[in-house]
Nanobody, 117 residues
């Protein structure tokens, strides 16, 4: 499975961005789609995930502001980010796992999100 992330950029506080993660390859083996982020000097953290049965998870820091979705027909996962804050600045990575609760099996390249006034 190959993952291609896109959609990052520079946005002002309070603004919105939508990240996309286009997948190719053995998509049928994937049961969990996820977005992680890593800010400078910090560890990579799980931001949101969605399972094949559409069960979602959000980190407390993004609940109510971010929304994860997937388009099966387009083999693409999305992360809609609203009400962005300075502390959301990070490199965002899409990832996929074959099993829930297991580390990601596949990673895309990162896309930079910078929130700045």
């Amino acid at each position: 499975v190959q993952l291609q992330a896109s959609g990052g950029g520079l946005v002002q506080p309070g603004g919105s961005l939508r990240l996309s993660c286009a997948a190719s390859g053995s998509i049928s083996s994937v049961n969990v789609w996820a977005w992680y982020r890593q800010a400078p000097g910090k560890q990579r953290e799980l931001v949101a995930s969605i399972t094949s049965s559409s069960t979602t998870y959000y980190a407390d820091t993004v609940k109510g502001r971010f929304s994860i979705a997937r388009d099966i027909a387009r083999n693409t996962a999305y992360l809609q980010m609203n009400s962005l804050k300075l502390e959301d600045t990070a490199v965002y990575y899409c990832a996929a796992a074959r099993r829930l609760g297991r580390p990601a099996d596949y990673w895309g390249q990162g896309t930079q999100v910078t929130v700045s006034s």
